[in-house]
């Protein structure tokens, strides 16, 4: 079992910033096992979306097109913690945040999600 928990949401205007957390917990073997983590975000009325993603083996990083050049996605592999950097947010980035952990066995681990608004 991972258990992920995000954090660093917030409001703040356009063209600001926002760093937010996810720190995955649980047992040595399960974390380890982590193949690839991701954001997510759902704005009301829409369906969820994938952000970013970055795979554990070799950090390569995937960006969704609405985000490119704007957000960067990192890890702390000592703190089991990935980052989502937003730079230059704007009003659709409006939205709940989540944290997607997918093992090598494709079990599936979302955290509670965190709201991000961009006001205008």
């Known amino acids: 079992q991972v258990q992920l928990v995000e954090s660093g949401g917030g409001l703040v205007q356009a063209g600001g910033s926002l760093r937010l957390s996810c720190a995955a917990s649980g047992s040595i073997f399960s974390i380890n096992s982590i193949n690839a983590m991701s954001w997510y975000r759902q704005a009301p009325g829409k369906q969820r979306e994938l952000v970013a993603t970055i795979i554990s083996s070799g950090g390569s990083t995937n960006y969704a097109d609405s985000v490119k050049g704007r957000f960067t996605i990192s890890r702390d592999n000592a703190k089991n913690t990935v980052y989502l950097q937003m730079n230059n947010l704007k009003p659709e980035d409006t939205g709940v945040y989540y944290c997607?952990?997918?093992?090598?066995?494709?079990?599936?681990?979302w955290g509670q999600g965190t709201q991000v608004t961009v006001s205008s």
């Open positions: 997607n952990a997918v093992t090598r066995r494709f079990n599936d681990y």
